[in-house]
Nanobody, 121 residues
Framework: QVQLVESGGGLVQPGGSLRLSCAASGSIFSINAMGWYRQHPGKERELVAQ???????NYADSVKGRFTISRDNAQNTVYLQMNSLKPEDTAVYYCHLNSRRILSTSYRDYWGQGTQVTVSS
């Protein structure tokens, strides 16, 4: 079993900041990547930001320069610092983990329960 516990969502005014955290625990032997996706109402889930085991990062064009993803490897925790938030950033944000268990050769995707981010005045 793998658990992802998210925190940090909430309501913020346009131009404000929020920091999301996601801690992974359980049967994790090797992590390929951790990241954040978001889902707007009526739309498909989309990648926001991702960090690989090697430290490479990838961002959606819409958040480049405003969001920063970081990772604490020792704690299996990923963070998303969101600055200069806009109303269009309003969505449910999901933590994502791609990892494998010991004695397994395949990597699997795991998802958090989602945390609501609302940007509104």
């Amino acid at each position: 079993q793998v658990q992802l516990v998210e925190s940090g969502g909430g309501l913020v005014q346009p131009g404000g900041s929020l920091r999301l955290s996601c801690a992974a625990s359980g049967s994790i032997f090797s992590i390929n990547a951790m990241g954040w996706y978001r889902q707007h109402p009526g739309k498909e889930r989309e990648l926001v930001a991702q960090v690989t085991s090697g430290g490479s990062t990838n961002y959606a064009d819409s958040v480049k320069g405003r969001f920063t993803i970081s990772r604490d490897n020792a704690q299996n925790t990923v963070y998303l610092q969101m600055n200069s938030l806009k109303p269009e950033d309003t969505a449910v944000y999901y933590c994502h983990l791609n990892s494998r268990r010991i004695l397994s050769t395949s990597y699997r995707d795991y998802w958090g329960q989602g945390t609501q981010v609302t940007v509104s005045s």
